[in-house]
């Protein structure tokens, strides 16, 4: 659990600061789930400077509750999250200077988006927030208040996280007091966690992922998983402390992401379409002979293997359907759904090979090569079974839209 914040302030010395004007928003790493926005009475004159910046005023100030009077919800709202900012330093500082004037100790993990953005998104030649989100296409209401640079924040981290493949943002944030009983221990690590796909995490107590699956439900799964009788996954089960999931948009992102790592599991395509003795046929794949595509059940094949024969180009000409198959020499965008609603997925293949994948809403603009680099996560490697689902995509015209590469 993540709180984005962003904080103004009057303009004083260092120190001697107050907050003018709080947002914090609840985002569970794929939705906000809460918020919090306020005007706050800051006591002291705000200075010109930050008055014109901001354009808050101290008659805007005037009636506006007094830290002290909001301190409760900012407690509730940041509980067991840790707290997110473009240059956090400044914001918990803040915070906590105006909690310590009230005899509190306010204490939180922290995470700031300029560090992940430098390390994520290398070659910037600004990383200020506003230059930053003009980059990446993040729209900014209302910049330099409080409410605007926080949400644009929110959108500045699922794209960091998106594109953080070592997942070491999940596994620097740990979780503590799992109860000893395992029923009730798998109790509290699945209740939260919701029926969508996507890729489940599995954490111990430092945080280390020990393991890694994609799930099509991901509550159901990982319930199933950690109350199997398997050896190897009550191992699991024994060590897990903690569990985070990552949506993903398509299957074929999920197995994407799953493939850069070493515990990637591959996906069994039993049966192969051949074409032997003039016709078209589904059977099980050999280890001699490649097929034309590969199939995870014969029902699968067999569905195929109808919209080819109904085709009179395919139908008796192998040739035309390899050609069609072919990957080579592509240079296209294969755009799908996204991991929310307003969002899609993009697959970039190039000179015929799945270079990188990426998300974007459907406000930003990705005609051109530059903005695709910058929201796009490069991969190590492609199976041919991600190859495979894409010919198959191509067959049955379902799942993708596909666009040529821009060439600049």
């Not at 302030?9 to 907050?19: H, L, T």
Request: aromatic share 8%.
């Amino acid at each position: 659990m993540y709180a984005i914040v962003d904080i103004e302030g009057n303009g004083g010395a260092y120190r001697k600061e107050c907050i003018t004007e709080i947002a914090i928003y609840r985002f569970d790493g794929h939705e906000v789930v809460d918020q919090f926005i306020s005007l706050v009475h800051p006591e002291e004159p705000i200075t010109p400077f930050v008055q014109k910046l901001t354009g808050i005023t101290d008659k805007m100030v005037k009636t506006a509750p007094k830290f002290h009077e909001l301190a409760r919800r900012v407690v509730e709202i940041t509980e067991n999250a840790t707290l997110v900012g473009h240059n956090i330093k400044f914001d918990y500082r803040m915070i906590r200077q105006s909690f310590q004037k009230l005899g509190y100790d306010f204490i939180k993990p922290t995470l700031d988006t300029i560090d992940l953005a430098k390390k994520l998104i290398p070659g910037e030649s600004s990383y200020s927030l506003g230059k930053l989100c003009k980059s990446l296409g993040i729209p900014i209401a209302d910049r330099h208040r409080a409410s605007g640079d926080a949400r644009a924040t929110v959108e500045l981290l699922k794209i960091l996280l998106s594109k953080d493949k070592d997942k070491e943002v999940i596994q620097s944030l740990k979780q503590e007091n799992q109860p000893a009983n395992i029923q009730q221990k798998i109790v509290k690590l699945t209740e939260f966690l919701p029926a969508k796909s996507g890729i489940v995490y599995f954490q111990n107590e430092e945080g280390k992922i020990i393991y890694r699956i994609y799930a099509e439900d991901i509550n159901q799964t990982a319930k199933k998983m950690l109350s199997s009788n398997k050896k190897s996954f009550r191992k699991i089960c024994t060590e897990t402390a903690q569990i985070e999931f990552e949506y993903t948009g398509t299957p074929l992102i999920a197995k994407l992401i799953l493939l850069q790592t070493s515990k990637a599991a591959r996906e069994n395509l039993s049966q192969g379409l051949y074409y032997k003795e003039g016709k078209y046929i589904v059977e099980k794949s050999t280890k001699n002979e490649e097929p034309l595509l590969r199939f995870k059940s014969k029902l699968q094949g067999l569905h195929a293997l109808k919209i080819i024969c109904e085709n009179e180009e395919f139908k008796n000409h192998p040739e035309n359907l390899k050609k069609f198959l072919s990957m080579e020499n592509r240079n296209q965008l294969w755009i799908s759904s996204g991991r929310t609603k307003g969002e899609k997925s993009f697959i970039v293949l190039q000179n015929g090979k799945i270079d990188a994948f990426g998300f974007y809403k459907f406000y930003h603009q990705i005609a051109s090569l530059e903005k695709i680099n910058k929201l796009k996560t490069k991969i190590k490697k492609a199976d041919k079974g991600i190859y495979n689902e894409l010919k198959l995509s191509l067959l049955l015209k379902k799942n993708y839209e596909i666009r040529e590469l821009p060439k600049k």
